[in-house]
């Protein structure tokens, strides 16, 4: 087996991920994931078919349009929350935790989600998923960083200088994307994947991210992001030049200052 550094990783990150999102993603990207739309797989499916080679010179990608927490009408966090309270520390190892620093020395995999829950459209769906997660769960905010509608917009979430609650154990450096739907009962839309491929290859490249994993990579009792989703997931990860699984998880003890112990949350 080939195991290549982070520095390797880098290095051939920097030739192949960050060119969707300039000319031409409209049409042979489309036409790569419209196709796979068809298919609507059962169990294990197909592959997808492969991304285009990209060319070496593109070094950058620009922020693709994201709906500011405002504009969404997000509720402001709640440091008082059951199951999320206060903020981490050596002695509360689930509250809040703030990243301090670069972080690009924090952030190594992006985990993609299903939300199963969708409401009218896609910002009532974003209010009710930090409804769900405030309320019921009783965490402190949202526990996605980032979601993406079927429309095709993207709502930022929790900030990505907080901590996710979206995969149980391994929430430290793993940014939460989650897709509004239930892909084990119908299928992402086409603008949909779109977006959601602009928005992860604009992640890896400015995160210096190397994996890409499904929820139920981590959490193996959870089906999320759903069949219907996880058929795209090597499409996505080839298009953002990460590679696929949990490789990149790091251990919090050697990110963060004063050995803060990973929670178990879990969306």
């Not at 290549?4 to 030739?15: D, G, Q």
């Not at 969708?118 to 949202?142: F, L, N």
């Not at 990505?160 to 793993?174: E, F, I, K, P």
Request: proline share 5%; hydrophobic share 35%.
């Amino acid at each position: 087996m080939i195991r290549l550094t982070r520095r390797e990783l880098l290095a051939l990150m920097s030739v192949g991920a960050a060119t969707v999102g300039v000319s031409g993603v409209g049409g042979m990207l489309y036409l790569l994931l419209n196709s796979g739309r068809r298919a609507a797989p059962e169990g294990t499916p197909p592959a997808p078919p492969s991304t285009p080679a990209r060319p070496a010179q593109i070094k950058r990608i620009d922020r693709p349009p994201i709906v500011a927490r405002a504009d969404w009408g997000a509720r402001e966090p709640d440091h008082s929350a059951a199951n999320e309270t206060g903020f981490a520390s050596a002695d509360n190892a689930e509250g809040w935790l703030d990243y301090s620093g670069d972080l690009r020395d924090v952030y190594r995999t992006v985990v993609v989600h299903h939300s199963v829950l969708y409401e009218q459209d896609d910002v009532m769906t974003m209010r009710e998923i930090q409804t769900e997660h405030m309320d019921k769960r009783r965490w402190a905010d949202v526990g996605y960083h980032f979601g993406v509608g079927r429309s095709g917009a993207v709502f930022e979430g929790r900030s990505l200088r907080a901590r996710g609650t979206h995969v149980a154990g391994y929430n430290t450096g793993s940014a939460g994307v989650v897709f509004f739907g239930n892909f084990q009962e119908e299928s992402p839309t086409s603008e949909q994947l779109e977006a959601g491929t602009r928005l992860i290859n604009w992640l890896a490249l400015w995160l210096e991210l190397t994996h890409l994993a499904g929820h139920t990579e981590f959490n193996d009792w959870s089906e999320c992001p759903g069949a219907n989703l996880i058929y795209y997931l090597n499409a996505l990860a080839e298009s953002a030049g990460l590679a696929r699984g949990t490789g990149g998880y790091q251990d919090p003890d050697d990110v963060l200052d004063g050995g803060i112990e990973e929670s178990g949350e879990s969306a």
